[in-house]
């Protein structure tokens, strides 16, 4: 998969389905569906998210980081976080964070993976029913480790 507009391309293993969501609020911009799940009802799946950052600031890595972290801690009453660690994407400094939290009355482990570059950051997440995580876990890492800027 590869966006030119945003400028990076991932790979994923085939099985997987790539999806393109219509422009959002989100900053949505890439989807990957686990073998056999449904677009519309999606419990095992990696997204690409872009957060515009303020112009006018130069936020690091590290106050990403924190800010992240009390907005998953303000969002679900049971966040937990497992796993904290440094990486590199693209071969740029990165951030990835293991946590399990309750959405819609589904408990989900979650592997977020970010990096920041140009005013933008990139957010990889692989979302995962809890049953299901090991299942999937090495081909979401594989996407994630895949992430290039172009």
Known sequence: YENREFGF???YPSGWIAEEPEPNELGMVAG???PGEDIDNAQNYVTLQIEE???NQDIKLEQYTNSV???LE???SDFQLLAEGDMLLSDQPAQVLAYSATIDQIPYQI???YTIKDKRAYIVTFYALT???MQYE???KEIINSFEFL
């Open 9 to 11: 391309s991932i790979t």
């Open 32 to 34: 990957f569906l686990a």
């Open 53 to 55: 950052l303020p112009a």
């Open 69 to 71: 972290l009390q907005n």
């Open 74 to 76: 303000g969002s679900y």
């Open 111 to 113: 592997l977020l993976a």
């Open 131 to 133: 049953d299901s995580y």
């Open 138 to 140: 090495n081909d979401a």
